[in-house]
């Protein structure tokens, strides 16, 4: 775990993080009593909040609905990032994974003609890994990314079939037990694979933009057996995460109620 990870967090800064994000995935005025109950905190905390924001121009405060929005102060720190390359933004982000799980992290593009496309690899250093060269293309429906892709679009069981026979599987895992992975899938978020390559474990997700259309993949591949069942789920929880982050932080894509 990294150093970071096991120190104590601000619960103050934690919960105005928390209405921050509220505010925008709402997209639209609301009360500190609505922004409390939402959020969980008491009325006092959130209003106490609430006018710390409004006082640094993070959020703008109507006294005639006494309603809350996000304010222009918000783009002091946004302004930096846009026009950015997304890659670079995500760099950092997959490169603490690598390093806090000791694997290597591949971060996938995924194009409009069924592939994906390796764009950038991250690998902690001192570990037996597997090589992949940037630009290396593989079909969409292909291993861990594969069954999240399937979930993610929401395609029937025949459209997933028909995907699964693009694929040339070393290990085929047959349709079935892949189906049942895409059916898992949908609720989870990550998917698992041995079946692509053998010999290597992967752990995968995947980023949506706006219109939940699948955009970047994120996948953990590491040698068979250098990983438990535990440290496997660990990193499946930390991709999901940064998938999460990406997809509001890059793509802009609110956050589901």
Not at 213 to 240: C, E, Y
Request: charged letters at 20%; a neutral charge; proline letters at 4%.
């Amino acid at each position: 775990m990294s150093d970071h990870l096991r120190q104590k967090f601000v619960p103050a800064v934690q919960n105005a993080t928390v209405i921050l994000r509220l505010l925008a995935s709402q997209g639209q005025p609301m009360g500190a009593t609505q922004i409390a109950r939402e959020t969980g905190l008491n009325v006092s905390s959130a209003f106490n909040i609430l006018r710390t924001l409004a006082h640094e121009g993070l959020v703008s405060f109507d006294p005639l609905s006494k309603n809350y929005l996000l304010g222009m102060g918000i783009m002091e720190f946004a302004a930096p990032l846009l026009g950015a390359n997304p890659t670079h933004l995500i760099r950092p982000l997959m490169n603490e994974i690598a390093q806090e799980h000791q694997v290597m992290i591949a971060l996938w593009q995924i194009t409009q003609n069924d592939r994906i496309v390796l764009i950038d690899r991250f690998t902690a250093e001192r570990i037996v890994q597997a090589v992949i060269s940037r630009n290396s293309r593989l079909p969409v429906f292909g291993g861990a990314i594969g069954r999240v892709y399937a979930a993610a679009m929401n395609l029937t069981e025949q459209q997933t079939r028909t995907g699964y026979d693009t694929v040339r599987w070393q290990d085929a895992p047959g349709f079935e037990s892949y189906w049942q992975d895409v059916q898992t899938a949908r609720e989870t978020g990550h998917a698992y694979d041995r079946n692509l390559f053998r010999g290597l474990e992967i752990v995968a997700t995947l980023a949506c933009d706006a219109e939940g259309t699948p955009r970047i993949g994120m996948s953990s591949i590491t040698i068979a057996g250098q990983q438990g069942a535990d440290s496997l789920a660990a990193v499946a929880s930390s991709l999901k995460t940064a998938a999460e982050q990406i997809e509001r932080g890059v793509f802009g894509r609110k956050t589901e109620a």
